[in-house]
């Protein structure tokens, strides 16, 4: 089981870390992804750390403000976000069993954890 965790009320150009973590097997045997959904809008691809190689890949949207990383040790992943920005709200979930390239990310996951609200106030 997957869960996120971290989310919350911020500022813009303020900075948040998300955590996912799972229990009941092991983080480091399968490529990580985040989601983020916002309301009345599709579910956005965010950023994903392979599995294989260690190789990230970030939307653009985010790319240079956002930093993935994988804790083996605590069987958890991170999301540290920084220069946020209002058009960041939204529901971020992680997620396992996806596609993780260099350039890309499966737009779909086999495992889900619940997301955490991220709100970012102009």
């Known amino acids: 089981q997957l869960q996120a965790f971290g989310g919350g009320l911020v500022q813009a150009g303020g900075s948040l870390r998300l955590s996912c973590t799972a229990s009941?097997?092991?983080?480091?045997?399968?490529?990580i992804g985040w989601f983020r959904q916002a309301p009345g809008k599709e579910r956005e691809r965010v950023s994903c750390?392979?599995?294989?190689?260690?190789?990230?890949y970030y939307a653009d949207s985010v790319k240079g403000r956002f930093t993935i990383s994988r804790d083996n040790a605590k069987n958890t992943v991170y999301l540290q976000m920084n220069s946020l920005k209002p058009e960041d709200t939204a529901v971020y979930y992680c997620?396992?069993?996806?596609?993780?390239?260099?350039?890309?990310?499966?737009?779909?996951?086999?495992?889900w954890g619940q997301g955490t609200q991220v709100t970012v106030s102009s």
């Open positions: 997620a396992t069993d996806l596609v993780c390239l260099l350039g890309t990310m499966s737009s779909v996951a086999g495992s």
């Open positions: 009941g097997f092991s983080l480091d045997d399968d490529s």
């Open positions: 750390i392979s599995v294989s190689d260690g190789r990230i």
